[in-house]
């Protein structure tokens, strides 16, 4: 395990306010200082109640979820939101604290053939009379009408075994390029045996067609002991994968108990140890499992020494930030801040923990066709950023004044999930 490498300092920003409405304030920016790279952070949107995941349009716009109102919204980049895209699916509702609840809508993604389909798939905590479990329903985009709406809307998967609790719906998904293949990730909803039973769903990732099938080359396929659809298990809450553009590798950032977030390489069929194999305690302080790495389980590729809680994962493959190629950018919710990993043959040699001057909770990560990074931040006044080169000025952006700068500590674990 390595402590952080390098570090990030804020260094300017500049103010032009301009006209408010509801959900959206005009566009800021501040220039922020990194190892490798000085980045200009633009504000796109503010005013989104707990903003989860977002895809970006092949137009230059962006689709953009609501956590706790369960809500889709249509944005662009002169920061105007629509009114919520009608047909989003029913979810299991966020109420009060993060302790209690971590449900509603989740994460957002365009199908590979969106322009021929317009497809859009969305995961949240789908309700029912067992209480909630991790689900994905699709709908084609129509935007014909004076509100967007998700027409044809159908659920196409649903996590075999639904419960009470609140917490750990996991709710991350990719879609493989290579056969449109969707790895969905599923937390062990804070009850720790789950993630260890291969039939049940809870604890790992599922991986199902674009119709919600299950591919013939999955794992556990004709295995009667384990449920096909399973692609790995004994993971405790997984809320960032990204595919890897060049190897075609399956990538994942999980969130430990208190400590013990890790990076794993995901493959086929293996057991990734929670709750045995663990570099965290429980928040009590009481001991979990036998260890960081523990035979007979696939072992983590990294394990962070300070909590981040991981959550969102992009692999840079972009041409603006040459510095950055193949780096795995990791958002953080209780390191407030992006942390940049840099892996070779294996090991992690680059840890660099970024723009903790935002202080703000990151939540997902994604890059679009010309490299500038998005990202959307956890909180009740949740943003839409966007990451470009200092020395690039986006066409539409106009700068506003950003919140004091944080401290860049590592914050308590109360938020980590």
Same mark, same amino acid.
């Given at each position: 395990?390595?402590?952080?490498?390098?570090?990030?300092?804020?260094?300017?920003?500049?103010?032009?306010?301009? *006209?408010?409405?509801?959900?959206?304030?005009?566009?800021?920016?501040?220039?922020?200082?990194?190892?490798?790279?000085?980045?200009?952070?633009?504000?796109?949107?503010?005013?989104?109640?707990?903003?989860?995941?977002?895809?970006?349009?092949?137009?230059?716009?962006?689709?953009?979820?609501?956590?706790?109102?369960?809500?889709?919204?249509?944005?662009?980049?002169?920061?105007?939101?629509?009114?919520?895209?009608?047909?989003?699916?029913?979810?299991?509702?966020?109420?009060? $604290?993060?302790?209690?609840?971590?449900?509603?809508?989740?994460?957002?993604?365009?199908?590979?053939?969106?322009?021929?389909?317009?497809?859009?798939?969305? #995961?949240?905590?789908?309700?029912?009379?067992?209480?909630?479990?991790?689900?994905?329903?699709?709908?084609?985009?129509?935007? #014909?009408?004076?509100?967007?709406?998700?027409?044809?809307?159908?659920?196409?998967?649903?996590?075999?075994?639904?419960?009470?609790?609140?917490?750990?719906?996991?709710?991350?998904?990719?879609?493989?390029?290579?056969?449109?293949?969707?790895?969905?990730? +599923?937390?062990?909803?804070?009850?720790?045996?789950?993630?260890?039973?291969?039939?049940?769903?809870?604890?790992?990732?599922?991986?199902?067609?674009?119709?919600?099938?299950?591919?013939?080359?999955?794992?556990?396929?004709?295995?009667?002991?384990?449920?096909?659809?399973?692609?790995?298990?004994?993971?405790?809450?997984?809320?960032?994968?990204?595919?890897?553009?060049?190897?075609?590798?399956?990538?994942?950032?999980?969130?430990?108990?208190?400590?013990?977030?890790?990076?794993?390489?995901?493959?086929?069929?293996?057991?990734?140890?929670?709750?045995?194999?663990?570099?965290?305690?429980?928040?009590? *302080?009481?001991?979990?499992?036998?260890?960081?790495?523990?035979?007979?389980?696939?072992?983590?590729?990294?394990?962070?020494?300070?909590?981040?809680?991981? #959550?969102?994962?992009? +692999?840079?493959?972009?041409?603006?930030?040459?510095?950055?190629?193949?780096?795995?950018?990791?958002?953080?919710?209780?390191?407030?801040?992006?942390?940049?990993?840099? +892996?070779?043959?294996?090991?992690?040699?680059?840890?660099?923990?970024?723009?903790?001057?935002?202080?703000?909770?990151?939540? $997902?990560?994604?890059?679009?066709?010309?490299?500038?990074?998005?990202?959307?931040? $956890?909180?009740?006044?949740?943003?839409?950023?966007?990451?470009?080169?200092?020395?690039?000025?986006?066409?539409?952006?106009?700068?506003?004044?950003?919140?004091?700068?944080?401290?860049?500590? +590592?914050?308590?674990? @109360? @938020?980590?999930?």
């Amino acid at each position: 395990m390595r402590r952080w490498i390098g570090s990030a300092h804020a260094v300017s920003f500049s103010l032009v306010l301009v *006209g408010q409405t509801d959900t959206v304030l005009a566009q800021d920016h501040q220039i922020v200082d990194t190892d490798h790279v000085r980045v200009r952070v633009e504000t796109i949107a503010t005013g989104l109640h707990h903003p989860w995941g977002i895809a970006l349009l092949p137009d230059g716009r962006y689709l953009v979820t609501e956590r706790n109102s369960g809500d889709l919204r249509i944005g662009n980049l002169k920061g105007e939101l629509s009114a919520p895209v009608e047909g989003v699916p029913d979810t299991f509702r966020y109420i009060g $604290d993060t302790s209690s609840s971590q449900g509603g809508l989740f994460h957002v993604a365009l199908h590979p053939q969106f322009a021929e389909n317009r497809l859009v798939y969305l #995961s949240y905590s789908q309700p029912s009379s067992e209480g909630a479990g991790t689900a994905i329903s699709r709908g084609r985009l129509d935007e #014909s009408g004076d509100t967007p709406r998700l027409e044809d809307v159908e659920l196409i998967f649903s996590m075999n075994k639904h419960d009470s609790g609140g917490l750990h719906f996991g709710g991350r998904f990719v879609f493989d390029p290579r056969d449109n293949s969707i790895y969905l990730s +599923i937390g062990d909803r804070r009850n720790m045996s789950r993630a260890q039973d291969p039939k049940d769903h809870a604890g790992s990732i599922v991986r199902i067609t674009d119709e919600g099938q299950t591919p013939p080359d999955n794992p556990f396929v004709n295995d009667p002991d384990k449920d096909e659809m399973i692609y790995s298990w004994g993971h405790r809450n997984i809320q960032g994968m990204a595919i890897h553009p060049q190897t075609g590798e399956l990538w994942a950032n999980e969130h430990g108990p208190l400590g013990g977030d890790e990076i794993n390489l995901i493959k086929p069929g293996r057991n990734y140890g929670w709750p045995f194999q663990t570099g965290g305690v429980d928040y009590s *302080g009481a001991r979990v499992g036998s260890g960081a790495v523990v035979e007979g389980f696939e072992p983590p590729v990294y394990i962070w020494e300070e909590t981040i809680a991981p #959550s969102g994962l992009a +692999i840079y493959a972009g041409q603006l930030f040459p510095q950055w190629q193949g780096d795995l950018l990791h958002g953080g919710l209780a390191a407030e801040g992006i942390v940049r990993t840099r +892996i070779r043959n294996g090991e992690v040699v680059e840890n660099e923990l970024m723009l903790t001057e935002l202080g703000r909770r990151i939540r $997902d990560v994604q890059v679009d066709q010309e490299g500038a990074i998005w990202l959307v931040t $956890d909180h009740e006044d949740g943003e839409v950023l966007r990451l470009v080169p200092e020395d690039t000025v986006a066409t539409g952006t106009i700068p506003r004044q950003q919140p004091p700068s944080a401290t860049g500590t +590592i914050p308590g674990t @109360q @938020q980590k999930e």
